[in-house]
């Protein structure tokens, strides 16, 4: 993994997006949802359309540069209570794994939502990836997304 990677997923860790409780989103136009962080030469900017389904764009500029983007889209179906489907959402992107710090772990449970589980699998590492995750809440799934992004302008002239 090249420097520029390494700090990529350095910034990554050392932020949490949409899952931070303290985000501070704008809406620069009706129904697109926006998370600004900027964090010395970083810059990570999250946004996102419709409620259910849904789906986002994540970027990281590095001194004012592209450097790094994910799209993802899913869709929540409403079979479990939402604000308990947020927080352990929010929790298990929280609980991504520091060499892959683009959404959460391979599995997650958590005893403050019992009966509630995620799974994700991915192909890929942060230069190039592609995901899918789902949420069952007893047994039953109630979410999807799926995901993919990496790298670009590995080639630009410099």
């Not at 403050?112 to 995901?131: A, L």
Request: aromatic share 16%; glycine share 12%.
């Amino acid at each position: 993994m090249g420097n520029k990677l390494k700090e990529i997923t350095a910034f990554l860790n050392s932020i949490e997006g949409w899952a931070d409780e303290s985000a501070v989103e704008s809406e620069p136009m009706p129904g697109l949802h926006t998370i600004t962080i900027k964090k010395g030469k970083f810059t990570y900017l999250d946004q996102y359309g419709g409620g259910e389904p849904f789906q986002g764009l994540e970027t990281v500029w590095i001194d004012n540069h592209l450097e790094w983007m994910m799209s993802y889209r899913g869709d929540y179906n409403g079979k479990a209570p939402y604000a308990d489907f947020g927080g352990f959402l929010k929790a298990s992107l929280r609980a991504a794994p520091k060499s892959m710090p683009v959404r959460g772990p391979k599995n997650f449970v958590n005893q403050k939502f019992p009966g509630w589980k995620y799974d994700n699998e991915w192909k890929g590492d942060i230069s190039e990836f592609k995901g899918k995750e789902k949420i069952t809440f007893k047994d039953s799934k109630v979410y999807y997304a799926e995901y993919y992004g990496g790298s670009i302008d590995l080639r630009k002239d410099t």
